[in-house]
């Protein structure tokens, strides 16, 4: 606690009405950023502060009370706990510390009194000293503030008008000066303008991006294609596609007026059996045609393979846009309860409410949708494309759900980071419209991407050793959502991140004043740097936050960069009988050969197609197709007793078998540590046990990367000394293991430069430093335990693995790889520090 | 490194294996291939497979079993396993029925089609021992077996069989652990009527044969007997002290027969009071103590109802007994009693003779009521679920089907109940005193729940069959009523599932704190399934004095001796011992879940995906591995080179070590 005195003389400090504290602050202060402990960004300022406050600790971060200071800045409500380490004034901004809500994220604000509780609006006025402040966050999360009795009337009750009044009520124009509070300081620009993007992820933005991903793919018989380079033939296409290489652009060309928006069939992903992944919206009827635009059309869609062309029709089964805003809703106020009235669903209802919100049974069809098309492109040389009406949407979802359940490579954060910008950011999901932060067209609003997220979420939560992410980064992911700051989130296709970015001063205003927009047209300040991408962590989430991104372990089979359809091993069935060029429609689970699948078939045109294809013979196919359909039915219910086994898997780690998800009731579960991280309507007593899952485990790592680091140690130090056999070994593999691994980040979240790098270098620390960062109390370990672990410690490991011997030196040797591939790289980075 | 591997002595016949420890398998001979049935296990034959093959095979005495397993996939796996202690694969291929020892079979009927619920008609081979069914399939391309161990049957039924011809007979066995199997056999083929047969060895105690757990011979290095000495434990908790003693009084079961004999009083309280206690406390079951706190020394005190009848009777020994008990707490002057049941039960129980204890005659007491409804009421609960389970589960209304049933607001009731007892104990340092009607069902239930958020004791392996010895089996709780263990009569309403929803409250808190717990999801199964199985004597029988009075200890084996033969398969590798913290699980519906990998685990749409045990036990090998190197080479550092500050002793490393189990 704060001494009284010192707490008097500052609460007195404060009193100075806003203005004037503004000015000080930004003036003056701009270079020391640490205001009464809190660090602010450049620029903000501190409009309010509580001292004595006690934040309610979640489930996850260890239930119980944190005592420190609140404050309330023009971006965020921050809460300092008050024997957190001084900030470090040299290091760079981070927006959000882990404690904080930014204004733009808090939906409701709710005092708790003594005995009443009130929705507190900018205008209202309260007849009582709330002793509980409850901020409703879009995100939904819900904290929750105590005030002590010995915090200051007056400072409770400022800190509540102002967080009212400051708080971003949902209407338009609200999020500019959200953001300039941000963003908008001339340092703030000036650090986000020389601020580097993470080379380690592909921004499938340049030529250079995709053809990055077509080598990783392995996918030969594709091209770049900059034919859309000004964004002619199609405004929210990016400006770069992926397109059969026999294909010319002058040929390309004329198929896009005959495609909705003129999102022709573009290549997304090859699995490595090397079958392709196209989407595209549907076609555009009466559209004058010619013979050629057929040919045209066909070598698009067939792409590079010969056989087999499936369009999977994604409108029927999946929800509507509106339906997943619809749901959301439902979830929401389910979760979060009557949030003016805090009373929740009855108890006995819960699970019949949560059923009736819709949201798990979309979730599960997109899963389900998605584990078809997963299936599909199992079968190989086949060419699956995803048709939806606009394909901006529920494509966007199944495309990227299906490669998370093949392509390992998506489940590694980075990987996934590309992901998102591969079939999100740049195919034109149009989240300006569908998050809505700017409140100009709500019946636009859909939280697709949190569908997807969940629908990740729930892969993870089936396959948990499968990810390298984790659900932190969902988590993550799924907050900065709510947060206006993102360019990433900030527009509905790539076209106008562009523009944005050439004319920035127009959408931006000027720096020098919260909510002052005086300036705001005359004077646009050419300098005015872009929003950040939302994939720059580091500005979001402290180190220790971020660490939590990645898994400690890594997903079982390594990642191979390069796949070059060389696992396509089987001689596969589908090929040897598949005529070429036949098009089949999936839908509602069925293959059929539609007659008027191109609509403008059926006329004079259509017996060029005809001849061309044999369709008579096509229909054979279908057995075939139902055959890799079922295999994933299969899996869901493997009970077909005498079905035969011919189209199994080859080997058991196969790294590319999809992850199949079971779909049934007890199988989809909530996201609770996202959607009930509320939790209000937890019990009273409260204890400062951890409850969190992964807090052991991430404990546990801590210590293999402590021992990692130790051993790099310690083989650094000895370079000349002779333990030829550990030292030389490593170095040797390393070059091998290089060209596998291609990031080296995969094993572990390892080269962590600083942070728990530093007083990792130092041979004390012991875990009672991690617990202390991590939040539960240092009570859960007790000292006593390393006695006891010495005199269990020689015979632990043949306790737990059984008495061999023989198998544990293969497991010796088994990790001895895996870790040497981590040593020099370890070793470097002590080194360094 | 095969011969290591049971699984690897696939190809060579059912000869003796030698990694197979000789009580490798009370629960089931033969399993290589795991899971619910049907090819599924031609699928993906991964490592974590093998390890869910494991867990199922062990959770599950009788499960539909199939596969074979190619041979090589043992050694590509072992690897990164422990061994298969279970059998090995090769007595399937024989078509031999693995027996553990003292079975015998009794008959054999081919050409038997078993109705799958979830893949149609399967034609194999039934075989009947006095302790399981057995069916192969005859196909040997994709095997199927389904194993069912006689004692989890609840009634057998004759069933219709459409379109198999005139000599078929169908015959359903309807099992207490949330399944049906259907079968339907051809008469000429069957030596024997098939359902008097099964009948008998089914229900042996209704037709004056004795139970399996009598016939069992297996060795076990472990006595599991000795798992539980009242006198030990009662010493652990620092009793008897200057207010509790250990009194002889029940010694021989008279004051109380469905007491144990060894029981903890006040000591300021002559046995001639305690005689008129009894006789005021419905079954004789008098306040006796379950737990004290080691440092305020409050006490959990369980006891029946007291006999107030309609007429408000008194007895003033009683009252002066729950004054000691209040005194004996020097931190409290209250004392809280937990009456279980619904307040409105509770009064209409007076007309019967009951009641509870009236605070005008009960000074300084404040009742609580835990508004708990009774067996009955639980056990048409757990029906419902299994109707909601078993064979298909509806997709679209799956949560409000599981609503309906109710099942997890009751557990929410007992759980919310142990936890209010706990905190009442704990931060009010009260001494509570609870009971129900009787002080065997509901009370068992919240005096265990509490004492386990209380004392990290029973949140071990050991402590927790301590305290299913204590808790349940000494003091009395009727498992051979609730379970009707060999007995026919089905209908009986003094059956209810009420250990089980023990078990599942404690499932839920490993849920909630999944580092607190020694034991894992395996153990927890493998209780319940021996629950039913009538393999070992820890479940048989109402009362202590019953299981004295047939030698059970002597006569049968203990489910302990089997568990702690080999407890590394029931750890948690994760485990923490959060010593002196009370764990307080959070009871809202919204983080309650239901246990579906019990109740719905025969399903085979259910089969777990990724085991995260084998990930977590990875990273432990990793960590050992790496410990190992790093002394290694800090020794050879240290012996080389004088170096500076890396190796100034192999004790930090040990240091840094965080307080995690990696054995028992």
């Given at each position: 606690?704060?001494?009284?005195?010192?707490?008097?003389?500052?609460?007195?400090?404060?009193?100075?009405?806003?203005?004037?504290?503004?000015?000080?602050?930004?003036?003056?202060?701009?270079?020391?950023?640490?205001?009464?402990?809190?660090?602010?960004?450049?620029?903000?300022?501190?409009?309010?502060?509580?001292?004595?406050?006690?934040?309610?600790?979640?489930?996850?971060?260890?239930?119980?009370?944190?005592?420190?200071?609140?404050?309330?800045?023009?971006?965020?409500?921050?809460?300092?706990?008050?024997?957190?380490?001084?900030?470090?004034?040299?290091?760079?901004?981070?927006?959000?510390?882990?404690?904080?809500?930014?204004?733009?994220?808090?939906?409701?604000?709710?005092?708790?009194?003594?005995?009443?509780?009130?929705?507190?609006?900018?205008?209202?006025?309260?007849?009582?000293?709330?002793?509980?402040?409850?901020?409703?966050?879009?995100?939904?999360?819900?904290?929750?503030?105590?005030?002590?009795?010995?915090?200051?009337?007056?400072?409770?009750?400022?800190?509540?008008?102002?967080?009212?009044?400051?708080?971003?009520?949902?209407?338009?124009?609200?999020?500019?000066?959200?953001?300039?509070?941000?963003?908008?300081?001339?340092?703030?620009?000036?650090?986000?303008?020389?601020?580097?993007?993470?080379?380690?992820?592909?921004?499938?933005?340049?030529?250079?991006?995709?053809?990055?991903?077509?080598?990783?793919?392995?996918?030969?018989?594709?091209?770049?294609?900059?034919?859309?380079?000004?964004?002619?033939?199609?405004?929210?296409?990016?400006?770069?596609?992926?397109?059969?290489?026999?294909?010319?652009?002058?040929?390309?060309?004329?198929?896009?007026?005959?495609?909705?928006?003129?999102?022709?069939?573009?290549?997304?992903?090859?699995?490595?059996?090397?079958?392709?992944?196209?989407?595209?919206?549907?076609?555009?009827?009466?559209?004058?045609?010619?013979?050629?635009?057929?040919?045209?059309?066909?070598?698009?869609?067939?792409?590079?393979?010969?056989?087999?062309?499936?369009?999977?029709?994604?409108?029927?089964?999946?929800?509507?846009?509106?339906?997943?805003?619809?749901?959301?809703?439902?979830?929401?106020s389910l979760c979060l309860g009557d949030i003016s009235t805090s009373v929740s669903v009855p108890?006995?209802?819960?699970?019949?409410?949560?059923?009736?919100?819709?949201?798990?049974?979309?979730?599960?069809?997109?899963?389900?949708?998605?584990?078809?098309?997963?299936?599909?492109?199992?079968?190989?040389?086949?060419?699956?494309?995803?048709?939806?009406?606009?394909?901006?949407?529920?494509?966007?979802?199944?495309?990227?759900?299906?490669?998370?359940?093949?392509?390992?490579?998506?489940?590694?954060?980075?990987?996934?980071?590309?992901?998102?910008?591969?079939?999100?950011?740049?195919?034109?999901?149009?989240?300006?419209?569908?998050?809505?932060?700017?409140?100009?067209?709500?019946?636009?609003?859909?939280?697709?991407?949190?569908?997807?997220?969940?629908?990740?979420?729930?892969?993870?939560?089936?396959?948990?050793?499968?990810?390298?992410?984790?659900?932190?980064?969902?988590?993550?992911?799924?907050?900065?959502?709510?947060?206006?700051?993102?360019?990433?989130?900030?527009?509905?296709?790539?076209?106008?991140?562009?523009?944005?970015?050439?004319?920035?001063?127009?959408?931006?205003?000027?720096?020098?004043?919260?909510?002052?927009?005086?300036?705001?047209?005359?004077?646009?300040?050419?300098?005015?740097?872009?929003?950040?991408?939302?994939?720059?962590?580091?500005?979001?989430?402290?180190?220790?936050?971020?660490?939590?991104?990645?898994?400690?372990?890594?997903?079982?089979?390594?990642?191979?960069?390069?796949?070059?359809?060389?696992?396509?091993?089987?001689?596969?069935?589908?090929?040897?009988?598949?005529?070429?060029?036949?098009?089949?429609?999936?839908?509602?689970?069925?293959?059929?050969?539609?007659?008027?699948?191109?609509?403008?078939?059926?006329?004079?045109?259509?017996?060029?197609?005809?001849?061309?294809?044999?369709?008579?013979?096509?229909?054979?196919?279908?057995?075939?197709?139902?055959?890799?359909?079922?295999?994933?039915?299969?899996?869901?219910?493997?009970?077909?007793?005498?079905?035969?086994?011919?189209?199994?898997?080859?080997?058991?780690?196969?790294?590319?078998?999809?992850?199949?998800?079971?779909?049934?009731?007890?199988?989809?579960?909530?996201?609770?540590?996202?959607?009930?991280?509320?939790?209000?309507?937890?019990?009273?007593?409260?204890?400062?046990?951890?409850?969190?899952?992964?807090?052991?485990?991430?404990?546990?790592?801590?210590?293999?990367?402590?021992?990692?680091?130790?051993?790099?140690?310690?083989?650094?130090?000895?370079?000349?000394?002779?333990?030829?056999?550990?030292?030389?070994?490593?170095?040797?593999?390393?070059?091998?293991?290089?060209?596998?691994?291609?990031?080296?980040?995969?094993?572990?979240?390892?080269?962590?430069?600083?942070?728990?790098?530093?007083?990792?270098?130092?041979?004390?620390?012991?875990?009672?430093?991690?617990?202390?960062?991590?939040?539960?109390?240092?009570?859960?370990?007790?000292?006593?335990?390393?006695?006891?672990?010495?005199?269990?410690?020689?015979?632990?490991?043949?306790?737990?693995?059984?008495?061999?011997?023989?198998?544990?030196?293969?497991?010796?040797?088994?990790?001895?790889?895996?870790?040497?591939?981590?040593?020099?790289?370890?070793?470097?980075?002590?080194?360094?520090? | 490194?095969?011969?290591?591997?049971?699984?690897?002595?696939?190809?060579?016949?059912?000869?003796?294996?030698?990694?197979?420890?000789?009580?490798?398998?009370?629960?089931?001979?033969?399993?290589?291939?795991?899971?619910?049935?049907?090819?599924?296990?031609?699928?993906?034959?991964?490592?974590?497979?093998?390890?869910?093959?494991?867990?199922?095979?062990?959770?599950?005495?009788?499960?539909?079993?199939?596969?074979?397993?190619?041979?090589?996939?043992?050694?590509?796996?072992?690897?990164?396993?422990?061994?298969?202690?279970?059998?090995?694969?090769?007595?399937?291929?024989?078509?031999?029925?693995?027996?553990?020892?003292?079975?015998?079979?009794?008959?054999?009927?081919?050409?038997?089609?078993?109705?799958?619920?979830?893949?149609?008609?399967?034609?194999?081979?039934?075989?009947?021992?006095?302790?399981?069914?057995?069916?192969?399939?005859?196909?040997?391309?994709?095997?199927?077996?389904?194993?069912?161990?006689?004692?989890?049957?609840?009634?057998?039924?004759?069933?219709?069989?459409?379109?198999?011809?005139?000599?078929?007979?169908?015959?359903?066995?309807?099992?207490?652990?949330?399944?049906?199997?259907?079968?339907?056999?051809?008469?000429?083929?069957?030596?024997?009527?098939?359902?008097?047969?099964?009948?008998?060895?089914?229900?042996?105690?209704?037709?004056?044969?004795?139970?399996?757990?009598?016939?069992?011979?297996?060795?076990?290095?472990?006595?599991?007997?000795?798992?539980?000495?009242?006198?030990?434990?009662?010493?652990?908790?620092?009793?008897?002290?200057?207010?509790?003693?250990?009194?002889?009084?029940?010694?021989?079961?008279?004051?109380?027969?469905?007491?144990?004999?060894?029981?903890?009083?006040?000591?300021?309280?002559?046995?001639?009071?305690?005689?008129?206690?009894?006789?005021?406390?419905?079954?004789?079951?008098?306040?006796?103590?379950?737990?004290?706190?080691?440092?305020?020394?409050?006490?959990?005190?369980?006891?029946?109802?007291?006999?107030?009848?309609?007429?408000?009777?008194?007895?003033?020994?009683d009252e002066r007994l729950l004054q000691i008990i209040m005194d004996a707490n020097a931190q409290?002057?209250?004392?809280?009693?937990?009456?279980?049941?619904?307040?409105?039960?509770?009064?209409?129980?007076?007309?019967?003779?009951?009641?509870?204890?009236?605070?005008?005659?009960?000074?300084?007491?404040?009742?609580?009521?835990?508004?708990?409804?009774?067996?009955?009421?639980?056990?048409?609960?757990?029906?419902?679920?299994?109707?909601?389970?078993?064979?298909?589960?509806?997709?679209?209304?799956?949560?409000?089907?599981?609503?309906?049933?109710?099942?997890?607001?009751?557990?929410?009731?007992?759980?919310?109940?142990?936890?209010?007892?706990?905190?009442?104990?704990?931060?009010?340092?009260?001494?509570?005193?609870?009971?129900?009607?009787?002080?065997?069902?509901?009370?068992?239930?919240?005096?265990?729940?509490?004492?386990?958020?209380?004392?990290?004791?029973?949140?071990?392996?050991?402590?927790?069959?301590?305290?299913?010895?204590?808790?349940?089996?000494?003091?009395?709780?009727?498992?051979?009523?609730?379970?009707?263990?060999?007995?026919?009569?089905?209908?009986?309403?003094?059956?209810?599932?009420?250990?089980?929803?023990?078990?599942?409250?404690?499932?839920?808190?490993?849920?909630?704190?999944?580092?607190?717990?020694?034991?894992?999801?395996?153990?927890?199964?493998?209780?319940?399934?021996?629950?039913?199985?009538?393999?070992?004597?820890?479940?048989?029988?109402?009362?202590?004095?019953?299981?004295?009075?047939?030698?059970?200890?002597?006569?049968?084996?203990?489910?302990?001796?089997?568990i702690n033969s080999q407890p590394e398969d029931f750890t948690n590798p994760f485990y923490v011992?959060?010593?002196?913290?009370?764990?307080?699980?959070?009871?809202?519906?919204?983080?309650?879940?239901?246990?579906?990998?019990?109740?719905?685990?025969?399903?085979?749409?259910?089969?777990?995906?990724?085991?995260?045990?084998?990930?977590?036990?990875?990273?432990?090998?990793?960590?050992?591995?790496?410990?190992?190197?790093?002394?290694?080479?800090?020794?050879?550092?240290?012996?080389?080179?004088?170096?500076?500050?890396?190796?100034?002793?192999?004790?930090?490393?040990?240091?840094?070590?965080?307080?995690?189990?990696?054995?028992?």
């Amino acid at each position: 606690m704060l001494t009284g005195s010192k707490t008097t003389f500052k609460v007195r400090q404060m009193l100075p009405d806003i203005k004037e504290r503004m000015l000080s602050q930004s003036g003056m202060n701009a270079r020391s950023r640490d205001v009464f402990g809190l660090r602010c960004l450049p620029g903000e300022c501190v409009l309010q502060r509580a001292v004595m406050v006690r934040k309610k600790l979640s489930a996850r971060e260890g239930r119980g009370w944190l005592s420190g200071t609140l404050f309330c800045t023009h971006f965020r409500v921050a809460f300092v706990p008050q024997d957190s380490p001084k900030p470090d004034d040299n290091a760079d901004p981070v927006l959000l510390g882990d404690h904080d809500v930014a204004l733009a994220s808090i939906e409701k604000v709710v005092v708790v009194g003594p005995n009443r509780t009130k929705l507190v609006t900018p205008n209202s006025s309260l007849k009582f000293t709330p002793e509980e402040l409850v901020l409703y966050c879009r995100d939904m999360r819900v904290i929750c503030f105590l005030f002590d009795r010995l915090t200051p009337d007056t400072q409770v009750l400022e800190m509540t008008y102002t967080i009212a009044k400051t708080y971003q009520p949902p209407k338009p124009g609200s999020v500019l000066s959200f953001q300039n509070a941000a963003l908008g300081s001339v340092e703030m620009k000036q650090f986000l303008s020389n601020r580097r993007r993470d080379s380690h992820m592909n921004w499938c933005e340049s030529v250079s991006d995709w053809e990055q991903e077509l080598e990783r793919c392995g996918a030969s018989g594709w091209r770049v294609s900059s034919v859309n380079d000004r964004f002619e033939m199609s405004t929210s296409l990016p400006r770069f596609i992926v397109v059969p290489q026999k294909v010319l652009d002058t040929e390309l060309k004329k198929s896009f007026a005959h495609f909705n928006e003129g999102r022709i069939p573009r290549w997304c992903w090859r699995h490595p059996r090397g079958s392709d992944l196209l989407r595209m919206a549907s076609f555009q009827n009466n559209i004058y045609y010619e013979k050629d635009d057929v040919r045209n059309l066909e070598m698009v869609l067939f792409g590079c393979q010969s056989s087999l062309c499936v369009v999977v029709e994604l409108g029927e089964e999946l929800p509507s846009p509106a339906d997943i805003q619809l749901a959301h809703g439902r979830l929401r106020s389910l979760c979060l309860g009557d949030i003016s009235t805090s009373v929740s669903v009855p108890d006995d209802k819960w699970l019949s409410s949560l059923e009736s919100t819709r949201w798990l049974d979309y979730a599960r069809s997109c899963l389900k949708k998605a584990s078809e098309v997963a299936c599909l492109l199992r079968g190989s040389h086949l060419t699956v494309a995803l048709q939806e009406a606009e394909d901006r949407d529920m494509s966007c979802v199944v495309s990227s759900l299906v490669q998370v359940m093949c392509d390992p490579h998506c489940r590694t954060q980075r990987g996934f980071q590309g992901l998102v910008q591969k079939e999100w950011v740049t195919a034109g999901h149009r989240f300006y419209s569908r998050v809505n932060h700017h409140r100009d067209n709500d019946k636009e609003e859909a939280p697709v991407f949190l569908l997807f997220l969940d629908c990740v979420w729930q892969l993870l939560y089936q396959f948990p050793s499968r990810f390298q992410l984790t659900n932190d980064f969902l988590l993550a992911l799924h907050d900065s959502v709510h947060l206006p700051l993102f360019s990433s989130f900030l527009a509905n296709c790539q076209r106008e991140r562009c523009k944005r970015h050439q004319n920035s001063g127009q959408s931006y205003t000027p720096v020098n004043g919260w909510r002052d927009t005086l300036h705001s047209d005359s004077s646009p300040d050419p300098c005015d740097p872009p929003l950040p991408p939302v994939w720059d962590w580091a500005l979001q989430y402290s180190q220790q936050r971020r660490d939590a991104f990645t898994q400690p372990v890594p997903p079982l089979p390594p990642a191979q960069p390069l796949l070059n359809g060389n696992l396509n091993t089987n001689p596969d069935s589908h090929r040897s009988d598949a005529v070429p060029g036949s098009v089949f429609l999936l839908s509602r689970g069925t293959f059929s050969c539609p007659a008027n699948l191109l609509p403008w078939r059926g006329s004079g045109g259509s017996s060029v197609y005809k001849k061309s294809h044999r369709r008579a013979a096509s229909s054979e196919n279908v057995p075939g197709l139902e055959r890799l359909l079922k295999a994933w039915a299969l899996t869901e219910l493997p009970c077909g007793l005498g079905s035969s086994s011919s189209s199994r898997p080859q080997g058991p780690l196969d790294p590319y078998e999809p992850l199949l998800p079971l779909l049934t009731g007890p199988c989809m579960g909530l996201w609770r540590e996202c959607y009930l991280r509320g939790a209000l309507h937890a019990q009273a007593f409260s204890h400062p046990v951890s409850a969190n899952h992964a807090h052991p485990v991430e404990r546990l790592a801590r210590e293999v990367q402590q021992l990692k680091d130790k051993l790099a140690q310690v083989s650094a130090g000895t370079p000349h000394s002779p333990p030829p056999a550990k030292v030389a070994e490593p170095r040797r593999s390393d070059t091998n293991l290089n060209q596998n691994t291609n990031n080296g980040t995969f094993l572990f979240p390892a080269q962590r430069p600083q942070g728990p790098a530093g007083p990792r270098a130092v041979p004390a620390p012991t875990s009672t430093n991690h617990q202390t960062s991590r939040g539960p109390p240092p009570s859960s370990a007790p000292p006593t335990r390393p006695a006891h672990r010495d005199a269990g410690g020689s015979n632990k490991q043949s306790f737990l693995f059984g008495d061999l011997s023989a198998r544990e030196q293969q497991q010796v040797h088994y990790y001895a790889a895996t870790s040497n591939a981590k040593l020099p790289k370890g070793s470097g980075s002590s080194m360094a520090s | 490194m095969e011969k290591q591997h049971p699984a690897a002595v696939g190809g060579d016949g059912p000869g003796p294996s030698s990694s197979r420890k000789p009580w490798g398998s009370p629960s089931c001979g033969p399993s290589g291939g795991g899971g619910g049935g049907g090819s599924e296990t031609l699928d993906s034959p991964t490592g974590s497979h093998v390890e869910w093959c494991k867990q199922l095979i062990a959770a599950t005495i009788c499960s539909q079993i199939s596969g074979p397993v190619p041979s090589d996939m043992a050694s590509r796996d072992s690897k990164n396993l422990p061994g298969l202690r279970f059998g090995s694969n090769a007595k399937m291929f024989q078509n031999k029925v693995p027996l553990l020892p003292g079975e015998n079979i009794q008959t054999t009927v081919k050409d038997v089609m078993y109705i799958c619920p979830f893949s149609g008609l399967v034609n194999g081979v039934l075989t009947v021992t006095d302790y399981k069914l057995y069916f192969v399939r005859v196909e040997r391309e994709s095997p199927f077996i389904l194993d069912v161990n006689l004692g989890v049957i609840s009634r057998l039924e004759k069933i219709s069989v459409p379109n198999q011809g005139e000599n078929t007979r169908g015959l359903e066995l309807v099992c207490k652990d949330m399944r049906s199997h259907r079968f339907a056999y051809k008469t000429e083929e069957s030596p024997l009527d098939l359902v008097p047969l099964l009948t008998g060895l089914a229900f042996p105690l209704s037709h004056s044969t004795s139970l399996f757990a009598f016939q069992y011979k297996e060795v076990f290095p472990v006595d599991g007997w000795k798992v539980y000495d009242p006198l030990a434990e009662y010493k652990r908790q620092g009793l008897p002290n200057e207010s509790w003693t250990i009194s002889k009084v029940n010694s021989t079961y008279e004051l109380c027969d469905t007491y144990p004999s060894v029981l903890v009083i006040p000591t300021n309280i002559t046995d001639e009071d305690v005689k008129r206690v009894a006789a005021f406390r419905a079954k004789h079951r008098i306040p006796v103590l379950s737990w004290i706190h080691p440092e305020t020394q409050a006490t959990i005190v369980r006891c029946s109802q007291p006999l107030v009848g309609p007429s408000d009777r008194r007895c003033k020994e009683d009252e002066r007994l729950l004054q000691i008990i209040m005194d004996a707490n020097a931190q409290s002057h209250k004392l809280a009693i937990f009456d279980a049941r619904q307040c409105s039960v509770a009064i209409t129980n007076k007309a019967k003779d009951g009641g509870f204890e009236s605070e005008s005659f009960y000074p300084n007491v404040e009742m609580h009521f835990l508004e708990i409804p009774n067996i009955h009421v639980m056990r048409e609960s757990l029906r419902k679920m299994k109707d909601v389970l078993y064979p298909t589960i509806d997709e679209a209304h799956w949560h409000s089907a599981i609503d309906q049933t109710h099942w997890l607001e009751y557990i929410l009731l007992i759980l919310a109940g142990a936890a209010r007892m706990a905190d009442k104990l704990e931060s009010g340092k009260t001494s509570v005193v609870v009971h129900c009607s009787d002080g065997w069902d509901r009370t068992a239930q919240l005096t265990s729940l509490a004492m386990l958020m209380l004392d990290s004791h029973y949140r071990t392996l050991r402590g927790f069959q301590v305290l299913v010895e204590k808790e349940w089996i000494s003091f009395g709780h009727k498992f051979a009523a609730r379970v009707g263990h060999g007995d026919e009569n089905h209908a009986n309403s003094e059956r209810s599932p009420l250990f089980v929803q023990f078990i599942d409250c404690v499932w839920q808190m490993t849920r909630q704190f999944p580092a607190a717990f020694e034991f894992n999801e395996l153990f927890l199964i493998t209780v319940l399934d021996h629950l039913y199985s009538c393999l070992f004597g820890t479940f048989l029988y109402n009362s202590e004095q019953e299981r004295t009075a047939k030698e059970v200890p002597a006569e049968t084996l203990s489910l302990w001796s089997y568990i702690n033969s080999q407890p590394e398969d029931f750890t948690n590798p994760f485990y923490v011992d959060y010593e002196h913290h009370v764990l307080y699980p959070l009871v809202s519906p919204r983080h309650l879940e239901l246990w579906s990998s019990y109740y719905a685990r025969w399903n085979p749409r259910m089969r777990p995906q990724v085991p995260v045990h084998q990930n977590l036990k990875e990273i432990l090998v990793l960590r050992a591995e790496l410990q190992r190197r790093v002394e290694e080479l800090q020794r050879e550092a240290s012996s080389s080179h004088s170096l500076s500050s890396s190796h100034s002793s192999p004790s930090p490393t040990h240091a840094a070590g965080t307080p995690l189990h990696t054995v028992v």
